[in-house]
C-alpha cells in the first residue's frame, strides 16, 4: 500500500496487533521547498528521526504491519493537531491559547529546525499550508487509523508504536553525574495513552537486548500518542525515541559504524515486541 503521503509495509500474515509507525523519517525533501527555506539541504534535515524507517522495517517479518511518511517533518509535522498552525509563521493563523509546540516554532507547519533554526525569511500563507495538510497530514492519519481499526476488529485490540529519534543531548538535563544515560524513552503520557501491561513488555524487549530505557522523561508523548491511546478500549499507544548517537553520526546524519549491529539487535527488539500482539497470546490486557 502507499500514497503520496505515505507508505505501508504489509506483513504477509498479519499476526500481531501492533502497528509500528514512523511519522518523522522521510528524507525526501519538495524542490520548491528547499528552494524557499534559507537553511541549505543538510541543516533542514537536523529535525529528521533519520534511518528509523529502516531500523523499524523488519516489522512485517514478525506480522505486524509499518506505517512511514513520505513528506519530511520540516515540510509537514505528522505528530501535532492539524489546528497546531502557527501565527507567526502562518498569514492569518490566529492565537489559540498557549501552546509551547506552536510557541517555539513547532507547529503541524514548522517553523524551526533542530535549535530553533528558522526554515524561512517570511510567512506561508493559509492556502498553502491547507495544502499540506491536505494532501499529507489528512492522507497519512487515515490509513494509522485504519490501520488500528482492523487490528481491533481482527484482534480485540491494537497497539500503535510510534517510533521516533532523539538528539544524544536530549537526556543531559535528566541524567545525573555517574550514572549511566538511559537510551530509550518510551511515552505513554504518564499512563493515559497505554495500559501498564502493555509498556512493561515493551519495556521489557528493550532491557533484554541490554538497553537503559527511562518514561516520559524528558518525552511522554505529543500528539499521536495523545490522539490515539485509548487504553480503556483496547487502543494503546506508546512512543519510542532512540538516542541517535547509537546508530547514527549526528553531525553528518550518516550511519555510523554501529549501525549495523545495531540494527542487528533492534531485530530482536522488534520481535519481541510485536510478540506483545501475536494473535493467540493469551497476556490479559488491562483497561486502564
Known amino acids: 500500500m502507499s500514497n503520496p ?24 525533501y519538495p524542490r520548491t521547498f528547499v528552494a524557499r527555506s534559507v537553511l541549505d539541504e543538510h541543516s533542514i534535515r537536523t529535525s529528521e528521526d533519520a534511518f528509523v524507517d ?11 504491519p509499518l506505517l ?8 509537514v509535522d505528522l505528530n501535532r493537531s492539524a489546528d497546531e498552525l502557527d501565527p507567526a509563521l502562518v498569514l492569518g493563523a490566529r492565537k489559540q491559547g498557549h501552546n509551547p509546540r506552536v510557541a517555539s516554532g513547532l507547529g503541524v507547519i514548522p517553523r524551526v529546525v533542530a535549535n530553533g533554526r528558522a526554515i ?10 491547507r495544502m499540506r495538510i491536505d494532501r499529507y497530514w489528512r492522507p497519512y492519519h487515515l ?4 490501520l488500528l481499526s482492523e487490528a481491533h476488529q ?9 517510533c521516533h ?9 535528566i541524567t545525573r553525574k555517574g550514572m549511566r544515560r538511559p537510551e530509550i524513552v518510551l511515552g505513554d503520557r504518564f499512563g493515559a495513552a497505554a495500559s501498564s501491561d502493555v509498556v512493561d513488555r515493551i519495556e521489557e524487549a528493550f532491557t533484554s537486548a541490554g538497553f537503559l530505557v527511562a518514561r516520559n522523561a524528558p518525552f511522554a508523548g ?15 499507544a506508546v512512543q519510542i525515541e532512540i538516542d541517535r548517537a547509537l546508530y547514527m553520526d549526528e553531525r553528518r546524519i550518516r550511519p555510523n559504524a554501529r549501525y549495523g549491529a545495531f540494527k542487528t539487535l533492534m531485530r530482536r527488539v522488534i520481535a519481541d515486541i510485536a510478540a506483545v500482539g501475536f494473535e493467540g497470546d493469551q497476556m490479559p490486557l488491562a483497561a486502564e
Do not use: W
Open 5 to 28: 503521503a505515505f507508505d505501508v509495509l504489509m506483513p504477509h500474515v498479519r499476526s500481531s496487533c501492533v502497528v509500528f509507525a514512523s511519522p518523522h523519517s522521510s528524507r525526501t
Open 54 to 64: 529502516q531500523l523499524f522495517a523488519p516489522a512485517a517479518e514478525f506480522g505486524a
Open 68 to 75: 512511514t511518511a513520505r513528506v519530511p517533518r520540516a515540510y
Open 120 to 129: 524561512y525569511s517570511g510567512k506561508i500563507s493559509m492556502e498553502e499550508a
Open 143 to 146: 490509513a494509522l487509523q485504519g
Open 154 to 162: 481482527r484482534f480485540g485490540q491494537a497497539i500503535l508504536v510510534d
Open 165 to 173: 529519534s532523539m538528539p544524544h543531548e536530549a537526556m543531559d538535563g
Open 222 to 236: 505529543a500528539y499521536v500518542t495523545q490522539a490515539y491511546g485509548r487504553p480503556s478500549r483496547n487502543q494503546h
